[in-house]
């Protein structure tokens, strides 16, 4: 246990004495502190005063039988200090700390769906990933759930009117951006107040593409479930794979040969990429520029082709492994990646010499969409959103996983907090993401690239997080000493980063819209799970 | 009976309705093959040598697709707007001579010019009739856009018309076309690079494009058509630009006119004219392809700021040319 997270827990004892009823341990090294009811709020505010860039990872809920356990993940600099509250089923309340940290609305409305958590005191205290429709007092990730009869639903359609038509003000009017719209490609609802072009209000609306993954991944072994979970989200596929192996070796304390971890390394950093490419490319489409759209998707095929030479697969690599990787990156295959990346920075200068120079583009971009850099840690936005304005966070230094804590590397950050600087941090991280690959390939260690592990895990539980493109991801897994884990709880960046779109198009042009909206790079099929 | 076969012909034929519609879809593959090959794409190629036909294909697949109208809408004018702006688009070719001549001989008269512009403006207005009549949210913001931006673009279109017909001493395009004998864009470069400018906004392409932002509005006024109206709306679209880019050839590029090696005059007279129409189409696809889409407040703002001043600054350096060069009398 490092130093700083010692000082935190003597902070956290001095303030809460006897309310402190136990210390656990979450693998690798993470702690997590189980308080009374009520107490959560002062060792929350306690943790937030400790450090300024702290911010709600997540909020897992697991269902222990009698009681459902609360764990606050807030994120501390280079860890994670988790704290726990354990609630009655029967009568399952608490007070929310959305007063104390905005970011965590969302989090609280996704366990009070799922685990039927009441958070007295939240702002909006809605359904968010379930329908409107859903049965009352029917807990998906409950234990004792049992499937509802869906097919005669009526019990709740009073609830699907969509109270959201009505005109409480007569110069007010309500654009609906979703489930279907062409700026939209996966389907979630943004209800915007419209008065003249200027947006109003922005109600967010997501769980169109709820698929259940979190309570399928307890239903399957721990190596089906890799499978599963790179399916959260086809683009940073690879991420999701790390990030639950990573979690699954901690609780099995597996050491992955170093081989492994440098391969792994490369896969992440080519998922980053292409993912970063995708944006960039649909950035300018959403702008109208149709031509940074088809230029920028035409090169990305080339880091397509290098994923198709090192995994066999062009999307979903399928690659990564619990104990290490599943293929050995052929020697002969080195210098074509190296000269298809240099191809490729090539191709980077320019386009930084177009998103720089380029006057319509700076128009739709530059001042659109600024988030403050006090607003982003409020919302406890991760990833290239915070990064943009000015919050210098990156779990792949703050906490080294793979071979990144030996491989040198800038975190890019801008301050302006615009669309543009957003574009700029995943611009400029593509080319990092170069230089990472070609150390890697350059001292790529020799030895084997997998150990085998057993099928069975041992009982335990773990944290593990990712640098995705798209920000944080957190994994929690829980294993009851089986072959099916317990509970697998799944964070993505997109559902952080979402809270952050309403601040942006407040008091927006309504044709600025899109342009912010996909600088925040949204993936719905994460967000939903 | 002999004159008024020629008369039914020149109408129907060439250089009227037929050639029109079919130099229209030419156009139409032209553009989307050139924006392909700049965008790093292949364009159409299935239908057709090099896909050739594809526009046809297009025109055809529409007019046979089922014809939905939804029950909230204007009837009368979402049933005719398509067809209105399409007819007065061609008409408006009846003034431009093509071969040489107007598609009816002598129909040319001082002040066609004038007419034609108004023409262009009133088939805009019915491409905003058919959105506001649609009654959808995102029809009327597209159709609103378009009437909005057509309000700020077609003055200063109006103004840089002036200028050749200043420097032809004439208001009849057929007499400015023809007394060109160096094109007017090489005697008054800045005019027309303005048109051209102001043209991409008139025919609503990038940066320009605002009422099609689908990513912000969807389809635009297009949102509620389908089938035979959506294809002579589209159709319509493709003739505006064809009949925008006529205008300039007309009106900077000399028209139809240039250097005949045989006769008969028309056939070269003809390939000048498509040559030059065509080479405005590659330059207004240029256009669109290096510009993202500006938002509708900064259009206005370059349009009123800007466009409209510069457009009087330069007739009024026209009318120095003009006593330069063309002096009266």
Redesign the interface.
Known sequence: MSKNTDKILEALNGALGDRILQTRTLRPEKVCVQVKIGAHRDALKLLLKQDENAGISAITGVDLGKTIELMYHVRMRNTIITIGVDLPKENAKIESITDLIPGANFHEREVSDLFGVTFEGHPNPKRLILPEDWPENVFPLRKDFVAPDFQSKTENSEALKDNEQVFGDERL?N?VLGPQ???LIEPEKFTLKVEG?IVKEVKPRIGYVHRGIEKAAENRTYLQDIYLVERICGICNACHANCFCQTVEAIMGVDVPPRARYLRTIILELNRIHSHMLLLGHA????????????MW?DRERVLDIIEELTGNRIIASFITIGGVRRDLKEDVVPRIKVELEALRERMNFYRQVFEN?S??K??TKNVGVLSRQDALKLCVVGPVARGSGVDMDVRRDEPYAAYGEIPFEVVTYDDGDSWARLMVRLDEIVESINIIHYALEHLPSGPYRVRVPRIVPAGEAIGRVEAPRGELFYYVKSNGTAYPERVKVRTPTFANILAFVKIAEGG??????ASFVSLDPCFSCTDR | MNLDLEFLFRVLIFPGFTFIVLFTLFCDWVERKIEAR????MGPTYTGPAGILQPFADFIKLLTKEDIVPLTVRDFIFRFAPILSFSIFAFSFAFLPIDGANTIFNSNFEGDLVLVLTLVSIANFFLFLSGWSSTN?YSATGAARVLTQFLGYDIPLFILALAPAFLARSLSISTIAASQSIPFALVVPWVFVLFIITLQAELEK??F??PH????I?GGYETEYTGRRLAFLKLSKDVQIVLGAAITVELFLGGPYGPIFYSPSFVWYTLWFVLKLLFVVVLTEYLT??????????VLVVNWRLLLPLSLLSLAATVGVGFLFYPLG
């Open positions: 009017v654009i719209h062409p700026a072009e300018g489409f959403e702008i109208g520029y149709e031509t940074l759209f088809h230029y035409r380029d319509t583009l128009m739709r042009n309504i044709a600025d819209v899109p | 700049m965008q790093n794409r949210p990038d940066p494009d605002i932002a689908e990513t912000e969807v392809c290096v510009f993202a889409r500006l938002r509708i407040d900064q």
